[in-house]
């Protein structure tokens, strides 16, 4: 399921950065370090939707460094799958076990113990697909699939 919710970071910029162009220098390293990061309470941060400039706070020198460690408050889109949740997501690799498949940053692994029986002895290593006994269905690389969220462990 997707959110949008506020969140806080710390941005480290060293001062080679400092000058007028500052404020977005701050937004684009700040996308950079969060897009596509799992953060374990809230899930996957698929995009940073706004940084409003009052939420950019005064800097604190690092007195070692000279680095400067700016407080950001953001607006982020997260996609937080959930058990039982179904969702559509793109086919990135097929083997003889099972297939891999993406939901924006998220990688799923489906068995072939969880495919329709039809499929089950269906691996075709020459075309990397599953078939259907029918030849009727093909997952292969890059189709879409709908599939339902059974488990999930932490990486």
Not at 51 to 80: C, H, M, Q, W
Request: overall charge negative.
């Amino acid at each position: 399921m997707f959110f949008v919710k506020e969140l806080q970071r710390e941005i480290v910029l060293e001062p080679i950065h400092f000058g007028p162009k500052l404020r977005p220098t701050i937004v684009r390293l700040l996308k950079e370090e969060v897009e596509g990061l799992a953060l374990a309470n809230y899930g996957y941060v698929v995009n940073v939707i706004e940084v409003p400039e009052d939420k950019i706070k005064s800097g604190i020198i690092e007195y070692d460094t000279g680095d400067v460690v700016f407080n950001v408050k953001y607006t982020a889109l997260l996609l937080r799958p959930f058990i039982n949740e179904v969702l559509d997501a793109t086919v990135s690799q097929c083997n003889p076990l099972g297939f891999f498949a993406y939901v924006g940053p998220l990688r799923i692994f489906v068995s072939k113990h969880s495919m329709p029986e039809d499929m089950f002895n269906g691996y075709d290593g020459e075309r990397d697909a599953w078939i259907s006994d029918d030849k009727e269905v093909e997952i292969s690389q890059g189709c879409g699939v709908r599939l339902k969220i059974k488990g999930s462990f932490p990486l």
